[in-house]
């Protein structure tokens, strides 16, 4: 079926050729890790882009955003506060790691990767420096947003907008790393990564030690290493946040952090760059502010996500989830794939070309699963409150293709 004959040519789809995509499975209810459409019960195998760990209509989500909209929805934070978000802010500051503390909120990743940008820059600024450069990984993605896409490395996504100015992309390997800083350190203003898993640039996964060595060499040169843990962060490494073993400068968390409920995201800064803009002097304020930042609905229900991710033990759900997929995927191999990748909450099948997964999508959906595979990847990023029979359902699904 083509998007004409569903009528919805009105609406602008993310990631697709209008022209040419195929319709949309249009969803009609979703409960636990289960997305309805009119004729088929489908396991969400990518918790909606990776958000959704607690699972749909979470009963104790869906309250936290009942009892906050009978206040009041949302005020905005010029001039104004609230309890929600005077309260997500006490619970990070105590929750995240040595001095991460000083959070700014937004309503999106890309736009909480913008702010970590800016404060890095302007954090240089304030204290007369002229440093400009931005060192980032290859296979890069931070967003799609101006500066974000900049310093992503993806062709495939961002063709139309391929001016890369004053940044360096490096690869994941400790030697590249010392060559560069030795080369630029005193022109860089930051560091950018998503840590250990590399997301939508695919799946790519490398050794806490260059982490390591990236925050040895960040001190030494003066430069602030920023984590982008909107995709990696609340245990989808296997790590509570890949910040616990090394810490940076600046955290960037979004997604699972309303547990898929609500768009939200927070720039969490440390004590040294918050100090870079508290002063007496007007021009050296942090000056941004979207319009829903600290959304009192968002707020609410991050609380509430957080308190089901502690006393659930969610962790302990991960790495069952991990130890299973090891154990369903052990010896699986084909001639057309090139790796399989796993880690903490994620699988990934790399396959050597694109074609290899045409059709994988309506495959699956037959099989009760949705999938949404990219350019040459198979993945999977399940809800934790994931079943064991409904994780092997989604594994057996994947190895099947490759069977026909």
Known sequence: MTIERLGEKMIWYPYEQMKTMKAPYKIVDANG?????EDQKLIDSVSSWWSVIHGYKHPELNEAIKSQVDK????MLGGLTHDPVLKLSEKLQSWLPGDLDYCFFSDSGSVAVEVALKMALQYNTNRGSKRHKILALEHAYHGDTFKAMEVGDDEDYHFAFNEKKDVIHIVTEIPALEAVFQQYGKELTCFIVEP????????????IDFLERARELCDLYDVLLIFDEVATGFGRTGYRFVADLVQPDILVLGKALTGGYIGHAVTVANHKVFQGFYSDQPTDALMHGPTFMGNALACSVALKAIELFEREDYM???KQIEAVTRREMAGFSDPRIKEVRIMGGCVCIEVNEAETLKGFQEFAYQRGVFSRPFLNYMYAMVPYVIEEEELVQILDTMKAWFRL
């Open 33 to 37: 890790v289960y997305l309805y459409t």
């Open 72 to 75: 009041f929805a949302h005020v």
């Open 196 to 207: 250990l898993l590399q997301g939508a640039g695919g799946m790519r996964m490398y050794h």
């Open 316 to 318: 302990g759900k991960i």
